[in-house]
């Protein structure tokens, strides 16, 4: 009886350390914002009963009716944000996305509250935000339902959802009581990149987008916030990810002048997914590019305040960041382009030498652990990559190779000669080995996009004549689509067409 008592228990034991397999085609979508994200229409007769089981809602606070508990999986069927939402975008972008996506299941992560100001979701000013406001409503909502704490309750509830699917997205729908701040893209996109962070996720893989607010319409109570949707449209240009979902011609309520009409909630929500699918089927429409601009000269002075690029004009090649910290060194197009965590560098001084800051596409100093992430020669390991802020390192920078002596030599260019091995850096293969000096041109650089770039490709022209060719876009045949997966990231042309390979 002990055996088979004690076998019972090692079966559970075992149970209990099991977890479910990640499902690649379970898409999945963090959404937040204020009250128009929370619905504010009752659903009708159309809405209820007849929701794909493949839209799914990931209950992100306990409901009574219907009856749901926080961290469950379940149908999306109204409410899908909170027991005091009703009809949302949430509810029409998911039934698009499973219409369109006929192999995939779509998962939504919701966490709302009617009247929120932005603040409440950047995880370093909600809690001095709550304390002020104890008795708003909007406070009341978190209180209730999120624990006063709405980004750890988003952050909790997407990092048990990534234990079963992909996150796909972020979906924002807030502003009117930040109404006009010209600092909300900003603050949204602290929020987002936090998110990013929180949850290990790169923004190539994971964008976000904004919707807008009511616009002024016929109806005496229409466009209360219109103003804000300046700000909402500024949001792809201070995110290189970031894309704004238009509320134009969308009904409102008519009985106030913030929030839409069952109708214009499920147009809303159609749009997000239309976006969406759009930036999904044809990357390339978005994908940012870069190309040499201002070329700097002189000494280390022409540096100060400068985010440029490293390129060896030569051999038409750039450094960049992939991911994961791996330095990288190859053509422009594909080191200069926004699916890249970053192309750019900065000069610190540190140690009696220069420090070589990585900056991200979207202007700020790329982050390694929580830290600044430096350029190092790691010469003991053979490798060259970024790692931590200097102050991490606990002195072994100057060997490790994070120091450098950059010098400009008119008419050739920009040397980096490591501190500490002496020796010249010359590709991403090697660390700083070299004995004689490589020069490069140090540069800002001018955005363009991969429309125009395959626009002026003869290779778009003539889909019959190359087959299941793979070329790059300066025209040179790379491969065949059968060996698609073993090329690197970049734009490429097949049959005809420009093709995003991550």
């Given at each position: ?315 038409g090649k750039a450094f960049y960041c992939e991911s994961d910290q791996k330095l990288g060194y190859d053509d422009y197009k594909t080191a200069l382009i926004n699916i890249n965590e970053g192309c750019l560098f900065k ?156």
């Open positions: 009886m002990k055996r088979f008592l004690l076998s019972i228990a090692l079966l559970a034991t075992g149970l209990q350390g099991m977890r479910a397999e990640v499902d690649p085609n379970f898409y999945i979508y963090i959404c937040f914002g204020q009250s128009n994200m929370e619905g504010n229409a009752q659903w009708e007769a159309q809405d209820v009963g007849n929701v794909d089981p493949r839209f799914q809602m990931l209950a992100t606070c306990n409901f009574d009716n219907p009856k749901r508990t926080l961290g469950n999986w379940y149908t999306a069927e109204c409410p899908i944000v909170s027991p005091v939402g009703k009809l949302g975008p949430t509810d029409y972008f998911g039934r698009t996305m499973v219409k369109e996506l006929p192999d995939k299941k779509i998962g939504v992560i919701a966490v709302a509250m009617g009247g929120s100001p932005i603040e409440m979701f950047d995880k370093d000013l909600y809690e001095q935000k709550y304390k002020d406001n104890y008795n708003e409503w909007w406070a009341q909502i978190a209180r209730n339902y999120y624990g006063a704490n709405p980004y750890g309750r988003i952050i909790e509830m997407a990092k048990k959802a990534q234990e079963v699917g992909v996150i796909k997205g972020i979906l924002l729908h807030q502003g009117e009581s930040n109404c006009g701040d010209p600092n909300w893209p900003n603050m949204v996109k602290k929020i987002y990149k936090d998110m990013l962070r929180d949850l290990d996720l790169r923004p190539s893989d994971v964008h976000i987008y904004v919707g807008e607010v009511e616009h002024k319409g016929d109806a005496p109570q229409s466009g209360g916030c219109e103003s804000h949707n300046v700000q909402v449209n500024r949001i792809p240009e201070v995110i290189p990810t970031g894309h704004a979902i238009s509320a134009e011609g969308l009904q409102g309520n008519g009985k106030d002048p913030w929030h839409f009409s069952a109708a214009g909630y499920r147009t809303l929500g159609k749009r997000y997914a239309e976006k969406v699918l759009d930036v999904m089927n044809h990357p390339e429409n978005y994908t940012k590019y870069w190309t040499i601009g201002e070329r700097l000269t002189g000494g280390l002075s022409a540096l100060t305040q400068k985010n440029f690029a490293i390129v060896n004009e030569a051999e000069v610190g001084r540190i140690n009696g030498g220069r420090s070589l800051r990585l900056i991200t596409t979207d202007g700020e100093e790329y982050q390694v652990d929580g830290g600044t992430g430096y350029l190092n020669s790691q010469a003991l390991t053979g490798s060259s990559c970024f790692i931590q802020g200097l102050n991490g390192q606990r002195g072994y920078v100057i060997p490790d190779g994070a120091v450098w002596d950059i010098q400009y030599v008119e008419g050739k260019g920009w040397t980096l000669k490591n501190v500490g091995t002496g020796k010249y850096l010359k590709d991403a293969t090697h660390p700083a080995m070299f004995d004689e000096p490589t020069y490069f041109t140090f540069c800002t650089l001018t955005p363009t996009t991969g429309i125009q770039i395959v626009e002026n490709s003869p290779l778009t022209n003539d889909r019959s004549r190359y087959g299941d060719s793979v070329f790059n876009l300066q025209g040179v045949k790379v491969g065949e689509k059968s060996n698609w997966n073993s090329l690197s990231p970049g734009l490429y042309i097949v049959n005809g067409k420009a093709k995003l390979k991550k």
